[in-house]
């Protein structure tokens, strides 16, 4: 059973800094696609970034110079560092593996406020 379970989440100010963990289990992590999500209230869930088995990532334009995706295959995990955070990056952030079947995470909250 494909196990994805986030952390990292909270209440930040504007211009601040979190990094997010999603830690895979079940499965062959090192060889599948890992992506980023975030679904804001009232807001369908959008893709953030992603990162190939290969190491290759794409962003969203929204957080392209701000968020970086990375991935330790030895740690079955993925990481989300996220920058200069503004109260419209405020959601739960979601981890997906790129398996035949998807699986998701159970999601981490992440606030920007002042």
């Known amino acids: 059973q494909v196990q994805l379970v986030e952390s990292g989440g909270g209440l930040v100010q504007p211009g601040g800094s979190l990094r997010l963990s999603c830690a895979a289990s079940?499965?062959?992590?090192?060889?599948?696609?890992m992506g980023w999500y975030r679904q804001a209230p009232g807001k369908q869930r959008e893709l953030v970034a992603t990162i190939t088995s290969g190491g290759s990532t794409n962003y969203a334009d929204s957080v392209k110079g701000r968020f970086t995706i990375s991935r330790d295959n030895g740690k079955n995990t993925v990481y989300l560092q996220m920058n200069s955070l503004k109260p419209d990056d405020t959601a739960v952030y979601y981890c997906?593996?790129?398996?035949?079947?998807?699986?998701w995470g159970q999601g981490t909250q992440v606030t920007v406020s002042s």
């Open positions: 079940g499965t062959l992590f090192r060889i599948y696609a």
């Open positions: 997906k593996i790129g398996t035949p079947t998807a699986y």
